[in-house]
């Protein structure tokens, strides 16, 4: 089995910043991504930004130019580095892995909040 372990959410301005960690444990082979999801009151659970095992990255383009995301492979932790942060991203965040070669496996972490104030 795998766990997936959030930190980092929390109350913030606009215009502040917050730094998301999630560290994967457990029995973890080969990983294909690691990303972050969010979803807010009402709304469906929307991808916020992917890292691949090669290191590439895809974001959502409500967030591009201000979050970042990037991966300690040694660490099998991926972070979310989230600047000028508005109240629309206000949401719970989830920690998302998916490992496996012919058959997936995806993994989800417990979730954390961000609250952005105006």
């Known amino acids: 089995q795998v766990q997936l372990v959030e930190s980092g959410g929390g109350l913030v301005q606009a215009g502040g910043s917050l730094r998301l960690s999630c560290a994967a444990s457990?029995?973890?082979?080969?990983?294909?991504?690691m990303g972050w999801y969010r979803q807010a009151p009402g709304k469906q659970r929307e991808l916020v930004a992917l890292?691949?095992?090669?290191?590439?990255?895809n974001y959502a383009d409500s967030v591009k130019g201000r979050f970042t995301i990037s991966r300690d492979n040694a660490k099998n932790t991926v972070y979310l580095q989230m600047d000028s942060l508005k109240p629309e991203d206000t949401a719970v965040y989830y920690c998302?892995?998916?490992?496996?070669?012919?058959?997936?496996?995806?993994?989800w972490g417990q979730g954390t909040q961000v609250t952005v104030s105006s």
């Open positions: 890292i691949t095992n090669r290191g590439s990255t």
């Open positions: 998302n892995l998916r490992m496996g070669l012919t058959i997936e496996h995806e993994y």
């Open positions: 457990g029995r973890i082979f080969i990983i294909k991504t």
